[in-house]
């Protein structure tokens, strides 16, 4: 790496969960960028601070994760039309003075739900959480063609805010209720989605019973640390159709990665196969 290399990175808190430095690490490799990509654990109350830092000291941008992505829409400058539909950004690009935010974690999911070959077109769905990436979540499942998106949160006023500001921007029909109607509310599910942090390494599990659901459901869930999740192992002994993180991870890098460092990269099977290892260790 040489003085005029280029540097980004990825705020979160935590962050050492993250397997998008192994991910850029593997692209900057392949393709022979004079770059580093630099995870930061970040509080929310350093966030405003550490980001203007970052943007003084020469940084070309920074993806964000839990808690920061509305914090981020917020800050920006300027934002793409997917982020100003989710009102939260995944990635800031440091550019002519400005921050400008984007949101690739729609078009992500979308992409991986397409290569599972999960088929929405006239379908409902279930989503798990109200959050960032729940809200980006809808936004992929209304370009997949899904007829409802039933939303189930802990807080559900956060979930009827959120699907009341999303329902102008969508086809789909967003509903709301309470984790309590989840036996009620899931029988006829083509998919269920986590969007939520629940399962991730270090926090609790999401403790669903999984029998409302359709022998033909299929199950994702976006936290890819563990890669097989507690809720997805018991899909799958269900006989259930699952569909791990990795692919939404990858695929919502790619903007990241050119916009950064000025190369368009590809998700390929070797790529998975990288992270897959770099999550056993």
Same mark, same amino acid.
Request: hydrophobic share 50%; charged share 20%; with cysteine.
């Given at each position: ?10 705020? !979160? ?8 430095? #192994?991910?850029? +690490?593997?692209?900057? =490799? ?40 509305? =914090?981020?829409? /917020? ?15 995944? &990635?800031?690009?440091?550019?002519? *003075?400005?921050?400008? *935010? ?5 078009? !992500?999911?979308? =992409?991986? &739900? ?7 077109? *006239?379908?409902?769905?279930? %989503? ?5 990436? /729940?809200? /980006? ?6 370009? %997949?063609?899904? $007829? ?29 209720? =309470? ?11 083509? &998919? @269920?989605?986590?969007?939520?942090? #629940? !399962?991730?390494?270090?926090?609790? %599990? ?8 359709? $022998? ?14 507690? @809720?997805?192992?018991?899909? $799958?002994?269900? *006989? &259930?159709?699952?569909?791990? +993180? @990795? ?8 903007? #990241? ?13 070797? %790529? ?7 999550? $056993?260790?």
């Amino acid at each position: 790496m040489s003085g005029k290399a280029k540097v980004a990175g990825i705020i !979160g808190w935590p962050v050492a969960h993250s397997l998008s430095p #192994a991910l850029h +690490g593997f692209w900057l =490799a392949a393709h022979n960028v004079d770059g580093a990509y630099v995870p930061m654990a970040v509080r929310r109350e350093d966030f405003s601070r550490v980001l203007e830092g970052l943007r003084s000291a020469g940084f070309k941008g920074v993806n964000l994760t839990v808690p920061h992505k509305e =914090a981020g829409f /917020a800050l920006a400058h300027e934002a793409d039309d997917a982020a100003r539909e989710a009102g939260a950004v995944n &990635l800031l690009v440091f550019e002519n *003075g400005k921050i400008k *935010g984007r949101n690739t974690d729609s078009i !992500g999911l979308a =992409a991986s &739900l397409r290569e599972a070959q999960i088929a929405l077109t *006239g379908e409902t769905a279930v %989503l798990l959480g109200a959050g960032g990436a /729940a809200r /980006a979540a809808v936004l992929a499942l209304d370009a %997949l063609g899904a $007829k409802e998106i039933r939303i189930l949160n802990r807080n559900v006023s956060r979930a009827e805010a959120m699907a009341a500001s999303l329902a102008p921007k969508i086809r789909a029909r967003p509903t709301v209720h =309470a984790l309590t109607d989840w036996p009620r509310v899931t029988g006829d599910a083509k &998919l @269920l989605l986590n969007a939520t942090s #629940a !399962g991730m390494s270090g926090y609790d %599990l999401l403790n669903l019973n999984l029998d409302a659901l359709s $022998k033909d459901a299929a199950v994702c869930d976006i936290v890819y640390n563990p890669l097989e999740t507690d @809720l997805l192992k018991r899909a $799958k002994a269900r *006989g &259930l159709k699952t569909v791990d +993180g @990795l692919g939404m991870l990858m695929h919502q890098a790619v903007s #990241a990665f050119e916009a950064f460092y000025g190369v368009t990269p590809k998700v390929t099977l070797e %790529l998975r196969h990288h992270l897959e290892a770099a999550l $056993k260790q």
